[in-house]
Structure formats: structure tokens, C-alpha cells
């Protein structure tokens, strides 16, 4: 049912910063919980961060957490990931998700993904 599309990706020095957007088309967005997840080449996706169905809660990776804020505009049908002090570490191909069940372990809907690059 919904569809995906992410943006705002690409290339910034280390310490730098990216906000990344994912639209949605669907009608029943307030209802999914949202999420980024990230792949690195020769590494296993992993989540980045996760957003509740109504905005009041939110989880970070450890990896993440004080540098990465994830939000939603749900009048927008839009997920941000502002990314701040970005890493070379950071560097990967960016999904944003949803999830019907409200856990984003369990996303049902995938965008195609943004590719972020963090030069040193």
C-alpha cells in the first residue's frame, strides 16, 4: 500500500551534516511506526532509528544516538533523519520503513534508499 521515497542524501565532509527525508503516498501513515535502517558494503543492515505512531517515542543506535534525530510530520506524510557530526563510519546507502504493527523490526514497506557518503 505505501510507497516509499527517500532523499537528501550524498557526499559531506566529516563533522558535517545531512537531513534526510522519506515521502510516503499512503492514506494510513499515522498509523505505521517509522524507521531508518542503513548497509553498509560487506556489512549486515542494521536500524539506525526508530520513531512510535505518535512521535513521543524514539529509539537511536548506540552508534547514532546524540548526533541523529529522527522526527515525522504525519500532515505531511514525511520521516526526516536530520543527521549532525557525521562519521566516514556513517557512510551507506539509507532506507527509510514503516511499520503496520508499529514495530520497526517488523516493517512491512521499504523506500529504495539514499546513499550517504562522509569523506575524512
Known amino acids: 500500500q505505501e510507497q516509499l521515497v527517500e532523499s537528501g542524501g550524498g557526499l559531506v565532509q566529516a563533522g558535517g551534516s545531512l537531513r534526510l527525508s522519506c515521502a510516503a503516498s499512503g492514506r494510513t501513515f499515522s498509523s505505521y511506526a517509522l524507521g531508518w535502517f542503513r548497509q553498509a558494503p560487506g556489512k549486515e543492515r542494521e536500524i539506525v532509528a526508530s520513531?512510535?505512531?505518535?512521535?513521543?517515542?524514539?529509539y537511536y543506535a548506540d552508534s547514532v544516538k546524540g548526533r541523529f534525530t529522527i522526527s515525522r510530520d504525519n500532515a505531511k506524510n514525511t520521516v526526516y533523519l536530520q543527521m549532525n557530526s557525521l562519521k566516514p563510519e556513517d557512510t551507506a546507502v539509507y532506507f527509510c520503513t514503516a511499520a503496520r504493527t508499529g514495530r520497526t523490526l517488523e516493517s512491512d514497506y521499504w523506500g529504495q534508499g539514499t546513499q550517504v557518503t562522509v569523506s575524512s
Open positions: 520513531i512510535s505512531r505518535s512521535g513521543t517515542s524514539t
